[in-house]
């Protein structure tokens, strides 16, 4: 399945989820990044790729990514832009943006069942900015409030913007994993940012055969660590019988402990051999019916001629072929 995914589409273009993907205007609209400024690990950069990278969560990517071409470019300016996002903040009249706790707990905002036009019960009055992005992001109701989150996120920790926060965490930390543990338990405290999220986003600034050439943060932190568990992942997980407990740390321990059986040299000299980050992206998009869909070179595209020369164990698990659900 590793190999599959080594010759399919590794470094290519329908490869989703990965840094390149974020840098491509054609994939991602308006919420592009210059590849210049991600690899100098610019604050702005880094902060518009992490909400951008929160959208992908509950909706297949394919559909996200129709979501964030269609923004308007001054809508995905304010929206990924954190100076702009906390001087909304200060200027409304409603407390319950003020922190992440006041969001999460006072905050009820929502989209109205008929308008679908976003609104709240705690300040129906107030035409605040979340309303908005709640309307722009075209999500669940309470999903306008991420964005402002992050922003609130970083200003609690008493950084300035996420270079800064990535600063404090090193300084605090000695232990690389312990360092990357810190950066994962920072990020997840906005709404909505969780492990997954965290480590799709942290893994993209850290791990360079993932991001190569585009990885700021990638010295002195044990970015073996991140590892993206998502319902794909999940159905891959079940298809090798999978027996460990449902939690996020549980599932991630699996994949890295099994990453540690495949040497990835043998696929690419140049890569580290341990890279558990790349092997969960394989089982990703192995599983991935709508990605391998919407990616026109993908062996699916080609049966059943190509699927003879797979390996059963290969085959077996493949949901291009028949007697395996479709996944998202």
């Given amino acids: 399945m590793v190999r599959w995914y080594f010759d399919q589409h590794f470094r290519q273009p329908s490869d989703p989820g990965v840094v390149e993907m974020f840098c491509e205007t054609s994939r991602v609209g308006s919420f592009a990044i210059d590849r210049r400024a991600l690899r100098a690990g610019d604050g702005r950069a880094l902060f518009r790729l992490l909400v951008a990278t929160a959208m992908f969560q509950r909706r297949q990517d394919v559909q996200i990514l ?9 809508d995905a300016a304010e929206i990924s832009d954190a100076a702009k996002l906390l001087a909304l903040v200060d200027d409304s009249d409603c407390a319950n943006m003020r922190t992440t706790q006041a969001l999460a707990e006072a905050c009820d905002l929502d989209k109205d069942p008929l ?3 976003g609104c709240c019960s705690a300040n129906p009055s107030v035409s605040c900015h979340l309303k908005r992005h709640t309307v722009l992001l075209k999500r669940y109701g309470h999903f306008g409030k991420v964005p402002t989150s992050i922003a609130l996120m970083v200003r609690e920790s008493g950084a300035e ?6 600063r404090l965490v090193m300084q605090r930390e000695r232990d690389p994993l312990a360092r990357a543990q810190a950066l994962e338990r920072e990020l997840s405290r906005a709404w909505r940012v969780s492990q997954k999220i965290a480590s799709m986003f942290l893994s993209m600034v850290t791990n360079p055969d993932l991001s190569r ?23 891959f997980l079940a298809t090798i019988g999978y027996k460990g407990t449902g939690t996020y ?16 040299t043998e696929f690419d000299g140049a890569l580290q051999s341990y890279n558990p980050r790349l092997v969960q992206q394989a089982m990703y998009l192995f599983m991935s019916i709508a990605n391998r869909r919407a990616a026109a070179a993908d062996c699916m595209h080609l049966t059943p001629a190509p699927c003879a020369t797979c390996p059963s164990a290969v085959r077996r698990r493949c949901p291009a072929g028949p007697g395996l659900p479709a996944s998202r």
């Fill in 66 to 74: 129709r979501i964030l071409q269609g923004m308007g470019s001054s």
């Fill in 161 to 166: 913007d996420l270079p800064g926060l990535h």
């Fill in 115 to 117: 308008t679908r036009e």
């Fill in 249 to 264: 740390d549980a599932r991630r321990d699996f994949v890295r402990e099994l990453a540690r059986g495949i040497n990835l």
């Fill in 213 to 235: 050439g585009l990885a700021p943060w990638s010295q002195g932190i044990d970015w073996t660590y991140y590892v993206v568990v998502d319902s794909n992942v999940d159905l």
